[in-house]
């Protein structure tokens, strides 16, 4: 059976499959037979979202599916998304979560995220579940309903979880600039900084629901390193419509993304003696032979955090993440919070006075990403051999071709240790494989 899930949660764009009014109503009463199946005859969920106009008509749908089951569902609003698991750690009442939430996608698009209490994302068997459930047919009932609880302290509770963690004067003299991508960081970021002892400057954070991402946050970063610069600030973060990922800018407006973190991190005291890191097929080369010279070991996983949380956790790992900015700090929770990152990252170049943030040499790396309607196997003639033909012409690097699992690309990573013979390469072979694919 083909499962909903993709890499992050179930995505797409709103008016197209499953993200219209009947295959809605029937996620959330997969949900719910899941839930009850998983969690026993009365489950208590956590449900928050982001930003975008669509969230209140899926979290309606959704809703009015779970309440004609004995389901238990605490509305918290607008939240980012390791909120809910910091607030499921401190409750223990709740079974789950449901992110309604499609990250760092345009605000046409949207997602569904379950999140086990105990574990964080769901395991593939919990995906399979849902998506067996979602084939059978459906009946709804309506002798034992559920009931809604609002949860409206839900941000003041999060910013005081992440608050808890960090001296009062943290940032005492520090200037920083917080670009919200007009996400679920809006309000609570600046919050939290502020409260934390800095002078915050920030950066898109009017949300009025389809401006979420749009020229801004963890994937156009343009504006925070002007603003940077501009301001004279000491630092600067992005993060991504739900806050699950960040990126970060020197006070010269160098950009710093997460393979950069993860090296600053490694001198933060809590991670110094850090022996194995977890990152993914993208992390760049440079970050995998700065780490072999300090006796550190590298496990790549496939891309999407939730790989790298499986490993942390299989392996009693504390330290992992993507160069998009989820960085997973296994000592807290094990999933990426941006702010909480940013927030570690502070305290350590405190610590090593490394405001420049200086780290490792980089190996040149290409990304292009390909539009795509049909999703053809790459492993099958012609696409293989185009990739293979690729593959041989790298003078000392590394070629990775895969499909998105959030969004209708074909993404082309290509390293090596000469620039312009890897954008020469990626060039020529994103060209080929858009005229084999189309």
């Known amino acids: 059976m083909k499962s909903i899930f993709g890499t992050d949660g179930i995505r797409g764009a709103m008016g197209g499959e499953p993200f219209v009014m009947s295959s809605l109503l029937n996620i959330g009463n997969a949900l719910a037979l899941w839930a009850l199946e998983r969690y026993g005859p009365t489950p208590t969920l956590l449900l928050a979202h982001d930003t975008r106009a669509s969230c209140a008509l899926v979290k309606s749908i959704l809703k009015s599916a779970l309440f004609t089951h004995p389901i238990t569902v605490h509305d918290a609003g607008v939240l980012p998304s390791p909120a809910l698991l910091a607030l499921m750690r401190k409750h223990t009442f709740f079974d789950a979560a449901i992110i309604i939430s499609a990250s760092h996608n345009p605000y046409h698009d949207n997602g569904i995220k379950i999140i086990d209490a105990a574990s964080g994302k769901l395991n593939l068997y919990d995906e399979q579940l849902i998506s067996s459930l979602l084939a059978q047919e459906k009946d709804f009932h309506y002798t034992s309903l559920g009931c809604e609880k609002i949860m409206a302290d839900a941000q003041d509770q999060y910013q005081r979880i992440i608050i808890d963690h960090f001296p009062a004067d943290l940032m005492r003299g520090k200037k920083v600039v917080l670009d919200c991508a007009h996400g679920a960081t809006s ?15 920030t950066l898109f954070n009017n949300p009025n629901g389809m401006n979420i991402n749009k020229q801004c946050g963890a994937l156009h970063t343009q504006a925070l390193q002007k603003a940077v610069i501009d301001e004279h600030a000491d630092i600067g973060f992005a993060f991504d419509g739900d806050g699950d990922r960040v990126i970060a800018v020197n006070m010269y407006g160098q950009l710093k993304n997460g393979d950069d973190l993860l090296a600053l991190l490694l001198d933060h005291h809590l991670y110094q003696s850090t022996k194995t890191m977890v990152g993914t097929v993208m992390t760049n080369q440079g970050f995998e032979l700065h780490l072999r010279k300090h006796g550190i070991g590298l496990v790549r996983t496939a891309v999407g955090d939730k790989y790298i949380a499986e490993h942390l956790n299989q392996h009693n790992l504390l330290l992992g993440g993507e160069p998009s900015g989820h960085i997973i700090l296994n000592d807290y929770l094990p999933t990426g919070d941006g702010i909480f990152t940013a927030l570690r990252v502070i305290q350590t170049l405190i610590r090593t006075h490394n405001w420049e943030m200086s780290t490792f040499v980089k190996f040149p790396q290409i990304i292009i990403n390909i539009p795509v309607k049909n999703k053809k196997d790459l492993a099958l003639p012609p696409l293989s051999d185009i ?10 690097g590394r070629l990775l071709v895969r499909y998105s699992g959030t969004e209708p690309l074909l993404r082309i990573m290509i390293e090596d240790d000469d620039c312009d013979h890897a954008q020469t390469l990626g060039t020529l072979l994103s060209q080929t494989l858009q005229k084999a694919i189309s």
């Open 387 to 396: 990739i293979e033909t690729t593959l041989k012409q790298l003078h000392n």
């Open 187 to 201: 309000s609570i970021a600046p919050t939290i900084f502020q409260q934390l002892g800095a002078t915050v400057i």
